[in-house]
């Protein structure tokens, strides 16, 4: 089965699973409408026990079933939750499910006061309706996500691509594809015009130490697409000739296989950017994350609210923890350390101690459980990320937030190009994307791509999805430092 097919395949049963979703949340008002009025059972709908005294037929009301069930499911097809998009945690296709069954019950509310449906049942639709089909509809969209997930990861109908172009970009892309085989991508080999056929390259990182050979040359693309199965072409290098240009598109077409242009990523910030056109010319320009007052301040007041009620929780755990740190080893409970802010504002950051004192102070963070710096209540403190929870005092007071990049140390932020310095735009987090990934074992710096994703799409429903995956990792003992 091809990986086209595969998502054709996954495709109907979402359409199957959303059409079942969809119809018993829909349903559901109808139902408690019924118990209600004590008309369980029975084909008609009374509701002359209710204040208004209005009498709905069931004709009408199944009617009004029916076309609201087609026009969700089409508000779905049209806000492309049945095209495939690949997020951190499935966060775009998220973010539309909830904004499609708003707009959904919306109009069906809508539609239900103009047929003159009773106010109970509006309200039923508004609140139950609408809770349980956002909650069933989630359920089976994260099935069908952790389903492509395993299947990716098992290398099961991956879409082979080949990238064009053995230079940095070229191998830092190999490096990401491997290291996120969710994504649904198989990197084959490279196509490229200097290096000879058959030597294998190896991905720039001593970490993902991984190799796949150069098939060939642009001239010939037509033979290397057929013979290997190549189902999507990247251009990693910003450099391309023209006709080079022409080459690849030209026989991507004639294949019928898709084909990108990676932007050099390395030297400047465009991962985000805009097209325009001037007089039929087209230009690109790179906008800055605009984040709107509304959810600075509702971001604000959770961060409060949060970290007030986790400190008022925490207190009796925080003097077991003194104690327990006491005990173990000579020295402060408390680790204070001067950590870099928004705008690139100096602060001192809490965490309970678990180095010895004799360890540097600044210095890169262990990655290793292990590491000899570490204590023995320490060993479990960063497993259980309880370490990091004084941090709660920082978030009260403004410096940091629940939610945001991982603060830094003066002396790395020093060291940042204008792409890295651009997680200094929000505030520091106690918890972030970074943490509840596979990459939080490596250092900070090195895995910019989490951070410029949370900046780039903040809101407080990916704070709250970050914070539930931050107690999911915790709950399991994966530490967060």
């Known amino acids: 089965m091809t990986n086209k097919r595969y998502n054709q395949l996954m495709n109907s049963f979402k359409f199957l699973a959303d059409l079942k979703a969809v119809g018993i949340s829909f349903y559901l008002p109808i139902l408690l409408l019924k118990v209600q009025s004590k008309e369980f059972g029975r084909g008609g709908i009374l509701t002359e026990n209710f204040s208004d005294g209005r009498f709905l037929s069931s004709e009408v009301i199944y009617y009004w079933l029916v076309w609201v069930i087609l026009f969700q499911l089409a508000i779905f097809w049209f806000a492309g939750l049945y095209r495939k998009e690949i997020s951190f945690f499935n966060f775009e296709e998220i973010r539309k499910t909830i904004k499609s069954l708003f707009f959904g019950f919306f109009m069906a509310a809508f539609l239900g006061i103009v047929l003159d449906f009773s106010l109970e049942f509006i309200k039923n639709l508004v609140i139950f309706g609408f809770l349980s089909g956002l909650l069933l509809v989630s359920i089976e969209r994260y099935f069908f996500y952790k389903i492509n997930k395993i299947n990716y990861q098992r290398g099961k109908w991956v879409r082979k691509i080949a990238i064009y172009d053995v230079c940095p970009t070229g191998r830092l892309l190999l490096k990401k594809l491997f290291e996120s085989p969710q994504l649904g991508y198989r990197p084959v080999g490279f196509v490229d015009n200097k290096v000879e056929k058959g030597k294998t390259i190896y991905t720039n990182s001593e970490e993902t130490r991984v190799g796949i050979p150069v098939l060939g040359k642009i001239n010939n693309l037509k033979r290397i697409i057929q013979e290997e199965g190549i189902e999507e072409m990247f251009v990693a290098t910003p450099a391309i000739k023209e006709g080079d240009i022409r080459k690849i598109s030209r026989a991507c077409q004639r294949n019928g296989i898709g084909y990108r242009f990676i932007p050099n990523l390395l030297k400047e910030p465009l991962h985000r950017i805009a097209l325009y056109s001037f007089g039929g010319i087209p230009f690109i320009k790179t906008e800055e994350p605009k984040i709107d007052i509304l959810t600075k301040v509702a971001k604000r007041a959770m961060d409060i609210v949060l970290s007030a009620l ?172």
């Open 310 to 481: 986790a400190l008022i929780i925490l207190a009796p755990a925080f003097l077991i923890i003194a104690v327990l740190i006491k005990k173990d080893s000579k020295g402060p409970v408390f680790f204070k350390q001067k950590r870099i802010g928004e705008n690139g504002v100096p602060f001192e950051m809490y965490k309970f101690r678990t180095m010895k004192v004799n360890a540097a102070k600044y210095a890169y963070c262990p990655t290793d459980q292990n590491d000899k710096r570490i204590t023995g209540i320490g060993k479990f403190l960063r497993r259980t990320s309880l370490d990091e929870t004084p941090q709660f005092i920082n978030s009260l007071k403004g410096e940091m937030s629940v939610v945001g990049p991982r603060p830094e140390m003066e002396f790395i932020v020093k060291k940042y190009n204008s792409y890295q310095r651009e997680r200094l735009l929000v505030k520091p987090g106690i918890t972030g994307i970074w943490q509840v990934t596979a990459d939080r074992k490596k250092c900070i710096h090195e895995n910019m791509d989490y951070d410029i994703y949370y900046i780039d799409n903040l809101s407080i429903l990916l704070d709250v999805l970050v914070i539930l995956r931050t107690f999911w990792f915790a709950a399991r003992g994966i530490g967060a430092s």
